[in-house]
């Protein structure tokens, strides 16, 4: 042995040390938490956009009420009831919501240590532990009133399950993993594609621990059993049509989405995927079925998710939250079997996504609510063109006006009923709509219609956002050329929001009833 190899052990005998010391781990983790902190509370208070109008405006029904209403949304029911009991006892604010997802996301951070160390060794815990930091996935929809936290906060639950429970068939592990997979499934769709990347996984890589898997299997099953009717119901008649056919150039980066930049994700399959590979030519080992296993569930679940979203419209950057406890704990094995290479990878990932920019508002429909609402008298008439938006500026605007959208009046203005959708929007003439919702509108008295600014981008290119962009130009054509009405002012903002393939700038057109 050389020289500058007993010094590199040396070193890094005392540097375990050092890790082992008692106070060490709380220390580390606790600055970890604190620096994730800073850098995920800069746009607490950034204001809503569509889908978290939603979320605040489900949770304000009865918490019994909500497992049915979700029939009208297509989402499962476990983050909308603790966000309900959430606004109960903190309010529903901005800042109050977000606060929900960030709790998600701080938490994850040493779960993810615990669940790398467990399954490999202490650095890899650590370099888990820094991933979940300051991943700009995480940093992102830590401060959204959405699911994508929780799912993300179970996922890495699961992975510590699934490889404790049947990879190395500790039974005890089971129940753990049962729950997980079903609490994953009851707050997010695309659970149920990891599910089934689980199960062929293991029936490939592991088949000796298959009965371990049937066992959870069975156990998640039954726990999800009341919600399948629901689903179900929801697959014929909701879906998500403003979603576009993913490319192939999706599938292959894939993984991108919860491992965010071109830089940060080619240093993870570059050094961290060379250090995996050697890894792997080895004798069968714990190490190499934990990372094939991970690796399999996560390769078929992005498969049927790309292959079914051209049935059906699935496939968008956030659903990938539900994979991102193996996604992370592979990579951080990479780069923790790297070596010194695996160091200048982390530095560089770090670099990338500590300097990633965070959108301070993914649309403006809180400036364009306060442009309009002082001109406004209780009672009047606001109609949405993009239909889905009603939630978000009845939150902004209050209860104290009626609320419609091109299909017609909307009874209940906290949600929308994704129900069939299209074939209703599409039923629903321009001029008949209008004139039925003029009748409702005195002579002298204001309304508001409310418009997506439409630009040349392939948001408005899916079913959806291309009838919506359709409908609002005619209902623009139509409201210039009514001699019933007459343009007070417009109101909009100059900036742009962006949210993943979304511009979501919205405009405000305030019009008079003159005859």
């Not at 695309?190 to 990347?197: M, S």
């Not at 689903?231 to 894939?254: K, N």
Request: aromatic share 12%; proline share 5%.
């Amino acid at each position: 042995m050389t020289a500058a190899q007993v010094a590199a052990r040396a070193r890094s005998a005392r540097l375990d040390e050092l890790l082992e010391a008692r106070w060490a781990t709380p220390a580390l983790l606790t600055a970890l938490v604190g620096f994730s902190l800073l850098v995920r509370t800069r746009e607490l208070g950034a204001g809503f956009w569509i889908d978290e109008g939603i979320s605040v405006g489900i949770a304000h029904h009865h918490v019994t009420s909500i497992p049915h209403l979700l029939r009208q949304d297509g989402s499962p029911p476990l983050y909308y009831l603790l966000l309900a009991v959430w606004v109960r006892l903190f309010g529903d604010g901005v800042q109050a919501t977000h606060v929900l997802s960030l709790l998600c996301v701080l938490a994850a951070i040493p779960l993810s240590y615990a669940v790398a160390r467990r399954l490999f060794d202490r650095l890899t815990g650590w370099c888990c532990a820094t991933l979940v930091a300051f991943d700009p996935f995480l940093t992102y929809y830590g401060q959204e009133t959405r699911m994508y936290a929780l799912v993300a906060l179970l996922s890495l639950v699961a992975v510590l399950a699934y490889v404790e429970g049947v990879v190395r068939g500790r039974r005890r592990w089971l129940p753990l993993l049962s729950i997980s997979l079903a609490a994953m499934a009851y707050s997010h769709n695309w659970a149920l594609f990891f599910c089934v990347g689980l199960a062929a996984a293991t029936a490939i890589a592991a088949r000796d621990r298959f009965r371990e898997l049937l066992y959870a299997g069975v156990g998640a099953f039954v726990l999800y059993l009341p919600w399948v009717p629901t689903i179900l119901f929801q697959a014929r008649h909701t879906g998500a049509p403003w979603a576009t056919a993913p490319s192939v150039h999706d599938l292959i980066v894939a993984p991108g989405a919860v491992l965010p930049d071109d830089g940060a994700l080619t240093a993870f399959v570059l050094i961290g995927g060379a250090a995996l590979f050697k890894a792997l030519r080895g004798r069968e080992s714990d190490e190499r079925r934990t990372i094939v296993t991970l690796g399999l569930a996560c390769a078929v679940a992005i498969v049927i998710a790309w292959v079914l979203s051209f049935a059906t419209p699935e496939w968008t950057g956030r659903y990938f939250a539900a994979l991102l406890g193996p996604l992370v704990v592979i990579s951080a094995r990479g780069i923790a079997r790297a070596g010194w290479l695996g160091a200048a990878a982390m530095v560089v990932v770090l670099f990338f996504w500590i300097g990633s920019v965070q959108k301070d508002n993914k649309e403006n429909a809180k400036q364009i609510a306060a442009a309009v609402l002082p001109g406004m008298h209780p009672g009047e008439l606001v109609v949405s063109t993009q239909p889905e938006q009603v939630p978000v500026f009845r939150y902004y605007l209050g209860p104290g006006f009626r609320y419609a959208t091109t299909i017609g009046p909307v009874p209940d203005p906290q949600i929308f009923d994704w129900r069939d959708a299209v074939t209703r929007l599409r039923a629903a003439g321009p001029r008949p709509t209008l004139d039925a919702l003029l009748r409702t509108v005195k002579p002298g008295e204001q309304f508001v219609v409310v418009s997506p600014v439409f630009r040349s981008y392939q948001a408005w290119k899916a079913t959806w956002t291309k009838l919506v962009w359709q409908r609002s130009g005619s209902w623009r054509t139509l409201l210039a050329h009514d001699p019933r009405v007459r343009l007070v002012r417009h109101a909009w903002t100059n900036e742009v929001a962006v949210h993943e393939n979304y511009f979501k700038l919205m405009q405000a057109f305030v019009y008079e009833r003159v005859s």
